[in-house]
């Protein structure tokens, strides 16, 4: 078997996961702790990609990404390179995709919070960057490991936005979950078998661990 | 000297509180639930802001309605100490003691006079309600705070537990050289406690007694809130 689309399908996975905690954290503690009109307007926008069908979102993306799409032509602009079907234009839909997955664990930590101990820090005179590394972040770690966990999983996983914008480019945009299906397609079942044997595996440790976290994300306050 | 002359519209009534509180002296906001006393506590502490008014600490202006002044907690020095849930739960005893102080001899010496060294390695959720509170008034007093605000401190504790704080802060209270205001609902402790009242009630405009020596004063002084309040 070849091993590249589940490399590849983990590097897009872990590029994706870092990039979408440092894009969550902050959008979910503001969600968490500020109240605006409107506010239910952008959390069912974030939320969309959890309804729509990956190809009405690949497809936008692509249409985007595409040389005259106002993200293809920033990224030209940036790189000199086309954002089309590169592991670049993965990562950037994968980000969207997966973002409802990262938000949503980080801001329930975060509003399981007792709202006073944020008061107690400004009353003790930290600042709002303070408070966050040296009270919210210790409180809230294993929201935002389940959070990491569950955006790992769902990019390693995804398929249909991926086959709309990436296509099956081996070794740049051929990820795990389209080698199975090209495996499938070609009558090649043991290969497909074990590759999907090792994304279960891997999917079903994944959840295993976020469940686990999430029996202990109780805060004991007293 | 703290001075304080504020006003806020609430839902339905107008808070309104008119008094002073000099270093070394304790004040007890008394009134029935509802009436605005935590509120009040909150406004001193600047996390919420009245609508006009002033409160000024040692010639110096924290809030100010007609100058636009308003400063952060931060910036007031306080010590603050709820009902409950005012430690940090990732933390232990001395974690908490040491949030603001880093240096150790006052954070040993703070658990040494609040006598909590020997839950010093222990998180909040492992040690009982009156040690919660003996490590909170430790971490409101770690960084010589220049106002102490007591939110119904001694409220979720048992009776023998809470006489025995209520007599150890009358003792801090003689130690202290800084205003400390305490809000409850507890009249015994009002009768303990209080140097001066101030009772906070929606129906009456802040009737006010202030006699800090004599006992008596203080009694009467009670039998008055008692005719009317309660």
Known sequence: MDYTPLLLSAKLALVCTVLLLLIATPAAYFLAFKNFKGKFLIESLIGLPLVVPPTVLGFYMLILMGPKGPLGKGWIYLTGGSLAFTFAGLVFASLLHAIPFALQPIKASFEKLDGRLLEMTSVLGLSPLQAFFRVVLPNTINGLSAAAMLSFAHTMGEFGIILMVGGSIPGKTKVASIAIYEYVENLQYDKAALMSLVMIAVSYAILISVNYLNSRQEINYA | ?230
């Not at chain 2, 270093?23 to 006393?37: D, E, H, I, R, Y």
């Not at chain 2, 205003?179 to 101030?198: F, G, M, S």
Request: proline fraction near 6%.
């Open chain 2, 1 to 230: 000297m703290l001075e304080v002359a504020i006003k806020k519209q609430m839902p339905g009534f107008t808070l309104s509180a008119e008094f002073s509180c000099r270093n070394g002296q304790l004040v007890v906001f008394t009134g029935p639930s509802g009436a605005g006393k935590t509120t009040l506590i909150r406004i001193l502490a600047g996390l919420e802001s009245a609508d006009q008014g002033s409160i000024c600490y040692q010639g110096r202006t924290w809030y100010d309605s007609a100058r636009g002044i308003h400063l952060p907690p931060k910036s007031r020095e306080l010590g603050y100490v709820f009902q409950e849930h005012t430690l940090f739960p990732h933390l232990s005893v001395k974690g908490n003691v040491g949030f603001m102080q880093k240096n150790p001899n006052k954070v040993n010496a703070l658990l040494r006079v609040f006598k909590i060294q020997h839950i010093a390695d222990h998180k909040p959720h492992q040690i009982s309600g009156g040690e919660r509170q003996r490590t909170a008034f430790a971490q409101a007093l770690a960084k010589d705070p220049k106002l102490l605000l007591l939110d119904e401190p001694f409220s979720a504790l048992d009776s023998a537990t809470r006489n025995r704080l209520q007599y150890e802060l009358k003792k801090l209270r003689d130690k202290l050289s800084i205003p400390i205001l305490h809000v409850t609902h507890d009249l015994t402790e009002v009768e303990y406690l209080a140097d001066k009242i101030v009772h906070i009630d929606r129906k009456f405009p802040v009737p006010r007694y202030e006699q800090p020596k004599t006992e008596n004063k203080v009694q009467s002084a009670l039998k008055y809130f008692k005719s009317v309040a309660y």
